[in-house]
């Protein structure tokens, strides 16, 4: 059994790298600039960054929040489909999760600046052009809400991605998947767990950790997880952060406990000019060499990881690895 795990304020520890982990990867790089174990990875088409005819909507969503005995009032940005029409209960849909990095916020995915490669005419693009399934995007805050980023500290942000699980599955779940046509139906945790099939999470940076830490606590709500540049941050109960094979070691205990151990899957993304490339490098690393619950590389491979040459920290990029990783989730 594994003793309560500690949190402590502190960024990631490079890591160096095998012989072995370079070979896997000159076995599987592309002519293209990107480096994939999922499909050959070809430029973003000009027309993806332009807006397309057909577009969704963005709204903001309304949700109370329960915390430490607090109740307070938070929001959401809901990215909805082209098509998407609220009267039409018969047609549902299924919802991806996505979590901003630290400092940042509600609108960070989905209203970023203009220059910025923007999600949401990528989403808008790959929908009409029927390179995957219509989605509704959810993009929530692990802080207390928008407003009040400047009040927390790095290590405020570190509990409070590891602690986001639980307002997902309590409060932002059957709120938001109750007012919008999805598969839910039932507000408790069993309604939410019946339909973790139709659920992906993922998140960018600080992000990125929550996904892990939505795997490591709730793969019982979630199927899909894709943290984009970001690794896994475990600590010892002195509240060291460990290494990459602790971190490995600690998710695979985690995971064993649930009785969907074997029933997830994760797409990794990150790029090599990224502060979080490393890190997550040395995470998928130590996944596949030291927790046996994930596969990769294999045919019935459950991890997958591509980094993007020159790829750097920030959402422009973070926004491409979307465009490669929702068509596989949503296949038509
Ligand atoms: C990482 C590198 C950087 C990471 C997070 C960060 C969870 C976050 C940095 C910041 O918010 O300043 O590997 O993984």
């Given at each position: ?40 990875i ?12 057909k ?6 969503f ?88 400047g ?14 699980h639980?307002e ?15 598969y ?16 992906a ?91 046996p ?40």
């Amino acid at each position: 059994m594994l003793k309560k795990l500690f949190l402590l304020l502190s960024l990631s520890t490079m890591l160096p790298f095998g012989k072995a982990w370079l070979g896997c990867y000159a076995q599987n790089s592309t002519a293209g600039s990107f480096e994939s174990t999922i499909q050959p990875i070809l430029p973003i088409p000009d027309e993806v960054r332009k807006p397309n005819a057909k577009q969704g909507r963005i709204e903001e969503f309304k949700y109370m929040a329960h915390k430490n005995g607090r109740t307070f009032q938070k929001h959401a940005r809901v990215y909805t489909p082209y098509g998407y029409k609220a009267e039409d209960k018969k047609t549902k849909y299924d919802v991806l999760y996505l979590m901003h990095g630290g400092g940042d916020k509600t609108t960070s995915f989905l209203t970023p600046p203009n220059d910025w490669l923007p999600l949401r005419n990528i989403l808008d693009n790959l929908i009409a052009e029927g390179k995957m399934r219509p989605i509704i995007v959810v993009c929530p805050t692990f802080y207390d809400d928008d407003e009040n980023i400047g009040a927390n500290n790095m290590g405020d942000a570190i509990a409070l991605t590891r602690d986001f699980h639980t307002e997902l599955q309590n409060d932002l779940i059957p709120t938001v998947e109750k007012q919008y046509n999805t598969y839910l139906e039932g507000t408790d945790s069993i309604a939410v767990t019946k339909t973790r099939d139709h659920r992906a999470y993922g998140g960018f940076s600080m992000g990125a950790l929550s996904t892990w830490y939505q795997l490591a606590y709730g793969v019982n709500a979630v199927k899909h997880f894709l943290p984009l540049s970001g690794d896994i941050w475990a600590y010892n109960e002195k509240g060291e952060k460990q290494d990459a094979k602790f971190a490995a070691e600690w998710m695979n205990s985690m995971l064993e406990k649930s009785p969907f151990a074997h029933d997830f899957e994760v797409y990794g993304y990150t790029g090599t000019k990224d502060v979080a490339g490393n890190p997550e490098k040395a995470t998928i690393e130590a996944l596949h060499k030291y927790a046996p619950l994930f596969r990769y590389a294999t045919p019935d491979a459950n991890l997958r990881f591509s980094m993007k040459k020159d790829g750097e920290h920030f959402y422009g990029h973070i926004n491409e690895y979307l465009y490669y990783a929702l068509p596989l989730i949503y296949k038509k």
